[in-house]
Nanobody
Framework: QVQLVESGGGLVQTGDFLRLSCAAA????????LGWFRQAPGKEREFVAY????????YYANSVKGRFTISRDNAKNTCYLQMNSLKPEDSAVYYC???????????????WGQGTQVTVSS
């Protein structure tokens, strides 16, 4: 079993940056794909980014490409999401995920964190 705990969310202004962290416990996530999804009030949950476990390659939603960077530190069993040039439309609860399927589909991820709130004011 894997427990994921997100941190780093908060209230920022347009153009600011935040760095989310996701600490995994229970077992190593070195052999899992790690990713982030987000959900804003009244909206569908949406894919943000994921990084593969087997090669150094990451995938991003078009809405965040060029602004967000996902990374992982297997030694620390942790995943990060660096979010730059934040916009009000980035406001959402951000969820960390882990799974063994190469996918941007939420159904492909077995493990989910509780989420951390990101709010970007205009």
């Amino acid at each position: 079993q894997v427990q994921l705990v997100e941190s780093g969310g908060g209230l920022v202004q347009t153009g600011d940056f935040l760095r989310l962290s996701c600490a995994a416990a229970g077992r190593s996530v070195a052999n899992y794909n790690l990713g982030w999804f987000r959900q804003a009030p009244g909206k569908e949950r949406e894919f943000v980014a994921y990084v593969r476990w087997d090669i150094d390659r990451a995938y991003y939603a078009n809405s965040v490409k060029g602004r967000f960077t996902i990374s992982r530190d297997n030694a620390k069993n942790t995943c990060y999401l660096q979010m730059n040039s934040l916009k009000p439309e980035d406001s959402a609860v951000y969820y960390c995920v882990a799974g063994d399927v190469f996918t941007t589909n939420a159904d492909g991820y077995h493990y989910w964190g509780q989420g951390t709130q990101v709010t970007v004011s205009s």
